[in-house]
């Protein structure tokens, strides 16, 4: 086999073990405390990670750790609105398309923080993504369910978390980058946890497997296949692969919770992931220019 598809077969794994990390996490909060669970996932997925870059963390200067550290509460912050966005859902589906907004909300959290001023591409794709956004979950008249709302703030948190984290975490390697921000996201949401949740007195047996599902599959397996899978397949292939993740989710929420997904609903959620695709269209454009450069010099 190719390393090209070699490297888009490990992405298209990722984005399926991701959505499946939504189901995973929906049937284990049946059992744990939302905010415990993700602490106790995050923390094991942590300390899965240290043997392969304990010595990368050792070299790490403190003040690029403390930097790390910062941007892991966001994460955490992220974490526990959309886990508790899953906890007053009753499918998935949905709030995986509003989840994927985040992208489109990076750049005006960029032109507000940072002065950086969006490009054409993104407002020409805004309001394709805001009537998507309004079909997804206007169904009922003009308001939003709490789920909706925590899921449109999970995203929100999302896009502070990615232009902090491109801007302020370069310098430190991304292995061990992760180990760090999933180790803080699980001792934040500990704190959450142990402050404002109450652990049940006896828990499922099969709770406990899907909480190991959670650690193993959709977190650590995941990780690995991405990082290889990037390796590997190239830019566009990858950035394309990767907007499949709430489609698998819905498929997933059809079937195990039968979510309704009325033509109203569908097509909001298609008009979103076109929002993402024309916006993603820029940047790949620019990939195989360049790429395409490199190789008539070569030839040169």
């Given at each position: 086999m190719l390393p090209e598809r070699r490297g888009d077969l490990l992405i298209l794994s990722a984005t399926l073990l991701a959505s499946a990390g939504w189901l995973f996490s929906k049937e284990a909060i049946q059992g744990l405390p939302p905010a415990g669970f993700v602490g106790w996932r995050f923390i094991l997925?942590?300390?899965?990670?240290l043997p392969f870059c304990y010595r990368q963390l050792l070299a790490i200067p403190r003040a690029n750790l403390f930097k790390a550290a910062a941007i892991g509460l966001v994460m955490a912050l992220n974490l526990i609105l959309w886990i508790q966005a899953i906890s007053h859902s009753e499918g998935i589906g949905e709030g995986a398309f509003i989840m994927s907004l985040a992208m489109l909300m990076v750049p005006p959290l960029a032109w507000l923080l940072f002065r950086e001023r969006p490009n054409r591409?993104?407002?020409?794709?805004?309001?394709?993504?805001?009537?998507?956004?309004?079909?997804?979950?206007?169904?009922?008249?003009?308001?939003?369910?709490?789920?909706?709302?925590?899921?449109?703030?999970?995203?929100?948190?999302?896009a502070l978390y990615f232009n902090l984290?491109?801007?302020?975490?370069?310098?430190?390697?991304?292995?061990?980058?992760?180990?760090?921000?999933?180790?803080?996201?699980?001792?934040?949401?500990?704190?959450?946890?142990?402050?404002?949740?109450?652990?049940?007195?006896?828990?499922?047996?099969?709770?406990?497997?899907?909480?190991?599902?959670?650690?193993?599959?959709?977190?650590?397996?995941?990780?690995?296949?991405?990082?290889?899978?990037?390796?590997?397949?190239?830019?566009a292939n990858a950035a394309i692969i990767m907007m499949l993740e709430p489609v698998w989710t819905v498929l997933i929420s059809v079937f195990w919770y039968n979510e309704q997904m009325p033509?109203?609903?569908?097509?909001?959620?298609?008009?979103?992931?076109?929002?993402l695709i024309g916006y993603r269209s820029r940047n790949l454009l620019v990939w195989y220019r360049n790429r395409r450069?490199?190789?008539i010099s070569k030839q040169g």
């Amino acid at each position: 086999m190719l390393p090209e598809r070699r490297g888009d077969l490990l992405i298209l794994s990722a984005t399926l073990l991701a959505s499946a990390g939504w189901l995973f996490s929906k049937e284990a909060i049946q059992g744990l405390p939302p905010a415990g669970f993700v602490g106790w996932r995050f923390i094991l997925a942590a300390l899965l990670l240290l043997p392969f870059c304990y010595r990368q963390l050792l070299a790490i200067p403190r003040a690029n750790l403390f930097k790390a550290a910062a941007i892991g509460l966001v994460m955490a912050l992220n974490l526990i609105l959309w886990i508790q966005a899953i906890s007053h859902s009753e499918g998935i589906g949905e709030g995986a398309f509003i989840m994927s907004l985040a992208m489109l909300m990076v750049p005006p959290l960029a032109w507000l923080l940072f002065r950086e001023r969006p490009n054409r591409q993104f407002w020409l794709v805004l309001p394709i993504a805001v009537t998507g956004l309004f079909l997804l979950t206007m169904g009922t008249g003009l308001s939003l369910s709490m789920s909706q709302l925590l899921f449109l703030l999970a995203s929100l948190s999302m896009a502070l978390y990615f232009n902090l984290n491109s801007r302020f975490a370069r310098r430190i390697p991304p292995m061990a980058l992760t180990c760090i921000q999933l180790a803080v996201t699980g001792i934040a949401s500990l704190l959450y946890s142990g402050l404002l949740e109450s652990w049940p007195a006896q828990i499922p047996p099969h709770t406990w497997g899907w909480f190991a599902a959670s650690v193993l599959l959709a977190t650590s397996l995941r990780f690995v296949c991405q990082s290889m899978g990037q390796k590997y397949s190239n830019v566009a292939n990858a950035a394309i692969i990767m907007m499949l993740e709430p489609v698998w989710t819905v498929l997933i929420s059809v079937f195990w919770y039968n979510e309704q997904m009325p033509a109203q609903k569908m097509i909001g959620c298609l008009l979103i992931l076109l929002a993402l695709i024309g916006y993603r269209s820029r940047n790949l454009l620019v990939w195989y220019r360049n790429r395409r450069v490199v190789n008539i010099s070569k030839q040169g």
